[in-house]
């Protein structure tokens, strides 16, 4: 059951994911963005990670993808009048994607661990708590050394957008 | 519910990060849309998420879930400025398309 | 004390030069003339004295200065050996050389750069004395470039005439191929012996102990030998010396007649011991020196410019000298140099005269008669060319009579070429005489209000010469012979001396014979049929051949100089060019995959990061799927 | 007081030139580059007293580098040629007035410094770095106060430039694989290493490629001509002066001793190829137009004869290759000053627009022939005695190579006197030369004046480097 | 630790400082206080107490997320006085955007903070987080000019090419996590002395490898280096060329000397193929260019290739790393600085605007000259003594070719130094010179010097890592 719905939900992120590259118009490209991510928290909820589903679809769907579509429109980009690459570089982006999905995979593969029994130790690991524990504890300077991240960013996003007063 | 990777298998969450990270590196090569090519990264970041998600649960271990939200963090933090880079290209040449940048080269 | 004294001996034509270098501008033409003649007269006196002292004692005198150069093998001594046989040459070199240096003051006075000529008149005493004074191979090798240097000097003296440069130029270029060969025979000798001093090797090989390399000896004797023929104008290096003589008349006399290209022979003479261990070597210059002395005899009997037919001469004589040298004869040769030193210079300085008095024309063609003019030249002139065609009693019939009749001994295809150049050169001398001083005057009208007798400066060394020319002949006569005895000491092994039996006599007889020959011959054709030879465009057949010297230059400028010129273009045209286009060419191709590779670099984010992508892959499938 | 103080001398020097600014320039570079002079043979006298005067200090400890500065035989012999060279090449170039002469006399005393540090460099690392430091200051002499057109000049100097140092490179390669044997630069311990045939023969060919493109030795020459040509009177001067000695010193000093095997099986070939570069450069001498190329051309055929005579690997061929190396530095400054000053007078290069000087210059045309002569090796000039010695080695070698090297007193007299006759004689053209002026005979009298002393007595340099020589000689030929 | 927490509280106090209008403080203030942040630099590396019985000594704070050892310090030394160096040119080089001074100057403050983080950080999360600081900070300075199209479309290019790189470094920590269970250093190297791994770990190697192969611009993903160098600003390019490439570098070698015990050969291979390609490319596509910024772009792509060299000897090559980069990134300060006084007010930044420099300006000629020569490993420049500890090393583990690449590869590169050169010495001016201003002569003349000091005492550089 679990399986199956495991294979869907991964059929389903996959084809969201290529929508949002096929479609012509970047909003449909977002919707499909959206979609994909909202299958992703679907992974995260199987993995019982649900703080962490939520903050995704907050974060991505709530805000970066908000973020782009504001962008979209404020371009007013909602048109499919994007010229379409030429042949060959169409023909070797997906060469090139198959490429790369045949060796990651095959890769992969041969990394398989063979014979492995997952063993569930029963202790909690990913509730909100524990969480909250490891993020404040253990990783207080990343978590701090983010908010630099955060900071230059927007000194960055102001910095580009900000109108110029010559010499003043 | 029991662990899901009893299940499933940690190796098919690799596979299936491995196949949504290339996706989104075919969709950073196929599209010359800047803002489909952002989203595109967006797709490989969170098929690294994902993966991390996967590892965090295999090893359950708290640190992958937290690492994630370093790198939504990052994300956020890139497509900000993205965007403000995309704008004020939009600004100079009035569209976003990436094949129009090439007047650097040689 | 007899260090100094042979160091004044170097140190006053060297003094001669430096004065007259350095302050002859200052100086008038006379007082740098009677200054450099001063030097060399003190150079004869010092000389005189050695001479004497040696003569009395049989000892050499040995001055060992310093160790110039030290070899692994050797070292090599600046120092100075007066023995028999230098003594004799500087005897004659700075007698000589007082007699010429006189001759010159009058004859240059005219020249604004007499200053300079005495000055590298002095020069050249002082390398030829420093040539026959070492006591070891490079010694003489520092007098024997000196020489050449000065005959370099003094052929271009008149270095306005790029044609006289030309000759100059000639003379050190063909000089040097023999010097390289002289080299490489030091080497060889230096490498065999562990010594260039003459005594060393004399002493090594008299002992007999040393373990010798006869073949690396023979061959360093053919070195020496390429080294004498440049220096003494021997075939295949002689052609130089007929166009030497575009210098001034008294540095023929003096250089290209009395002094410098006997240093071959006195080399030779040196090494006699050495040679002596190589007969095949000395077969070689017998042979050598019979065919230089036809040829140079054979091309004499054709020339019209008076200096010329001298030069020829000496060649010829020169090459008598080798052919007794290569019979092993050096005592002969040796007397022959000094006899040939005697009556050459004493031509060389009267057809000097007779230039000087023609003002500079040098075409017997354009000369005759002079004898009314000036007796003392004509006669000077005529005693000295008595004794070069052999006639006794005269100096040059004892000395060629000794090469002949040793020739006579020892090779009689050699004793009939020698004896055809001696008649032969009795012929074209008397030719010379009988152009020059007989019949009418043939020059210009200008020319004949100026004939005068040359004055008592030029006609001074003139007639001593001719007296020396006249009686020169006493030092070795045969039978009992001063000469031989004084050389016994330096020789390691004397010739052979015949009693004088009929054949001697015969020989005697048939040379006095062939040299009357000849000169009747010149009388009929000059005198009796009062020919003049025929102008140059008139000239063919086989004359014209001779008269061209049988092309000799010609053949070398075909065969040696344009192929060096022409290697030498293609080294400049083609080699260069290709080694330096190749080293460009590097630099070019980098740039040039630089500048295609700036197409690679297009600017598009896609074709980046499709490379960014295929490398990615291409990394991983190697670490990971190999 | 040791050699470093010489070098200190030179840095100072160099840097108290620049800054007393272009009025006082040469001034301060005669001084400086005399009191050089002045504490070489200082040093030189303390050092045959038998004192110490060499210089160590520990530099950098990991990889282990020496600043180590040797005195021997040798290395002072080559240090008094640079040191005696520098104030008359300054003095050379008193008549020339340079743009910004501030700095090319601090050039010039740079390159002293760097070339005497080479010299006397005992550990191979500090050898290598004045070795490259050389290369600076001649690059921007030759650039910035060249003649002829600037572009040419500019490709011909920067070929220059990457050609030498690109040789230089691979010496480099050779001295840090012999480092990671040895353990350090120290030249003795260089030459202990044992080395597999095929090691040595590769280290071998990396020094060759350094010092062949330096010296030159065909076919690595081709640089050689050019920049002789467009370099300042000065630069190439010092070029073929100097600085081409420093890689034949390089040879006795480093390469032979390093790979002695490969050095004794091989030599051969490579006395051949030095010898084929004397004919070579010979038969080209004979055709050149151009003054400076013609001497350019010539010094290649005297340095490839002394490169032969270093190959040769005997007592002789290094001695007479020391010998000939101060001989010929001396007269190929003296050739190329006279070339200078009748470029300076007639404003042409082309030999074919020349001639006549003799008549007008007397002074000038003899001390021009003597040096020609020197060039030519005559006997009682140095330049005899090195060559006697070389050839001498050679035909220890190989009779046959001493007479191909030979060829040089032949095609040497034939090319040399045939342009002295093109230059200097024949009658006068339309064109007025001034004689030698009181500084320029001045200059042209020490290197006469020296040429001659040592072309007659030339025992003290004998005995001064004899003992150095045999030292190198024992680690060269271990048998011997 | 405290380093990092005063190089970002510095570029907060910038940021305050412009709203109390103490704009001309900013400058200043910043420099003095990355001086002092390097005292305090010098400080705790002395307070390691590295001696000869004790010289690996590490201090980790904060749950070994920061950790300070010999190597996290010099390195950061190094940085700090890049800073300085930049810092001091911006006001100079943004005069006409005295508003936006104060977000320049905590830009590259952060950006410091990033490269610290770089590479004293003991906890991949901090490694991620520094790395994007100093990216993001990148993309901004890049695109710093938003009305110039060149510098849009260099931030832009940047940034598209800088978050792909991004992604896949960061799917290989994700696959290092997988294998260990852990981002922190010293248990992923405690798992990895186990020996018993997942085959993932080394895929993640590898991508993390890549990721920073992008990042300091090594061949075949060097390809934005040159597009974005010459279309940012000048005093980006700078930073760029001499900062970011030489902390990625740093931390590059940090990680892999951390992570991995034993290198698989293949890995090797891949690291000389990459090495040999970057400096050949490099150096070969340098050849032809016209821009100065361009030119360097590509030497700096060749240098990357000589740094990678130091994979081939890592247990000694630390000391070496430090020095070429801190030979290369002085040299390179200089070198901007100078082209920044050469190029300020004009469109383009092509070799022609360097004509004649040697007689307008001579002190900025020669800066400009001694920072080529040192490039191209000229002695007695400490980047000819880089190199040479390099190829020493190299050598030492029998990687002749390897060598034989690079000397073959300095050949080359001497051409288009050069070629600089001769444009200033050997050609005429096209304008009128120019004052230098002040602050561009005082960075040059110092960091040359400083390239020279350490070329005449390698030794104090070369051992400041234990």
Redesign the interface.
Known sequence: M??TL?YIL?AF??AT??L??FSKN?IH??IY?VL??FS?AG??L????QF?AI??II??SG??MI??LF??M??N?NKED??N?TLW??L???I??C???L???????????TGYT?E??G?D??SIK??GQ??L???????E??S???????????????K????? | MENILQEIGIDNYIYLSALLFCVGAFGVLYRRNAIVMFMSIEIMLNAVNLLLVAFSTYHQDAAGQVFVFFSMAVAAAEVAVGLAILVAVYRNISNIDIDNLKKLKG | METNLALLLLLAPLAGFLINIFAGKKLSGNLSGTLGSLAVAVSFAVTLFFFLQVNNTGEPVMVNLYTWMKMVNFDINFGFQLDQLSLLWLMFVTGIGTLIHIYSISYMHDDENIHKFFAYLNLFVLFMMILVMGSNLLIMFIGWEGVGLCSYLLIGFWYKKQEYNDAAKKAFIMNRIGDLGFLIGIFIIGYLFHSVEYNDIRNIIASGEADIDMAWLGIAALCLFIGACGKSAQIPLYTWLPDAMAGPTPVSALIHAATMVTAGIFMITRLNFVFDLTPDIQHIIAIVGAITSLMAATIGLAQNDIKKVLAYSTVSQLGLMFMALGFGAYEVAVFHVITHAFFKACLFLGSGSVIHAMHGEQDMRNMGGLKKVMGITFATFMISTLAISGLPPFSGFFSKDEILMTAFHHDKVLWIIGSLASIMTAFYMFRLVFLTFYKDFRGTEEQKHHLHESPGLITFPLIVLAILALVGGAISLPGSSWLNHYLAPVIANPAQHHALGTTEYMLMGIAVVGALIGIGLAYTKYISKAQVPPQDSEITGFTKVVYNKFYVDEIYMAVIVKPIYAIGSFFKNVTEAAISGFVFGLGRAATLIGAQGRYIQNGSVGFYLLIFVLGMCSVIAYIFLK | MDVSFILITLLFGAAATYFVGDKWASRAALIFSTAAFAATLYVIYRYNLGEGVSYAHKWISNPRVILGFQADGMSLSMVLLTTALTPIIVLTSFGNLFPKSRAFYALILFMAFAMAGTFLAVDGMVYYIFWELSLIPIYFIALRWGSGDAETRKKDVVKFFIYTFAGSLFMLVAFIYLYTKAGDFLDIHLYNIQLSKTEELLIFLCFFLAYAIKIPVIPFHTWQANVYQKAPAAGTMLLSGIMLKMALYSIVRWQLPIAPNAANEYKYFFIALCVAGVIYGSVLALKQTNLKKLLAYSSLAHVGLIAAGAYTLTLDGLRGAFLQMIAHGFVVVGLFYAAEIISRRYGTEEISEMGGIRIQAAKFASMFMILVMASVALPTTFNFIGEFELLYSLAQANIWLAVLGGTTIILGAFYMLRMFQQVMLGDKGGKVFADVTFGEGFTFIIIIAILIFFGLYPKPIIDFLTPALQKVLLNINPIN | MNTLIAIAGLGIVCLIAEIFNLRKAIVPVTIIGLMAILGLTVNDYFGLGLDSANTERTEAFYNNMIVNNSYAMAFTGLFIVLTIFLVALTPEFHKNHKAKLSDFVAIKLFLLAGAVAMVSFGNLAMFFLGIEVLSIALYVLAASEPKNIKSNEAGMKYFLMGAFASGILLFGIALIYGATGSFDNTAIYAAVLTGNLPGWFFMGIVMLSIGLLFKIAAVPFHFWAPDVYQGSPALTTATMSTLAKVAAMAAFFKLMSNLNHTVPGAYITIIIIVSILSMTVGNLMALKQDSVKRMLAFSGISHAGFMLMVFLNPMVMKGVLLYYAAAYALAGIAAFAVILYVTSGKENEDVYQFNGLGKTNPLMAAVLTCSLLSMAGIPIFSGFFGKFFLFENVLENGFVYVVIAGVINSIISVGYYFKLILAMYNKDATGEAVKVPVSYSIVAVAAILLNLAIGLYPDAVLHLIK
């Open positions: 679990i399986t495991f991964s992120t996959l994911a290529f949002t590259i970047p490209s977002a963005l994909c991510f992703i992974h995260y199987m993995f019982n990670a962490l903050v995704h974060v991505y805000a970066i973020l782009m962008t979209i404020l371009m980009l994007e010229k690459k570089s169409r070797a982006a997906v090139s994607f490429l790369v999905a060796v990651l995979l095959a890769a992969f593969i041969k990394a398989q661990q997952y569930v130790s202790e690991y990913q524990v969480l490891v993020l504890n253990d990783y207080m300077v990343p978590f050394f983010a630099v991240l955060l900071l230059v960013s927007m000194i960055g996003a102001v910095l580009l957008s900000k110029e007063h010559i010499n003043n």
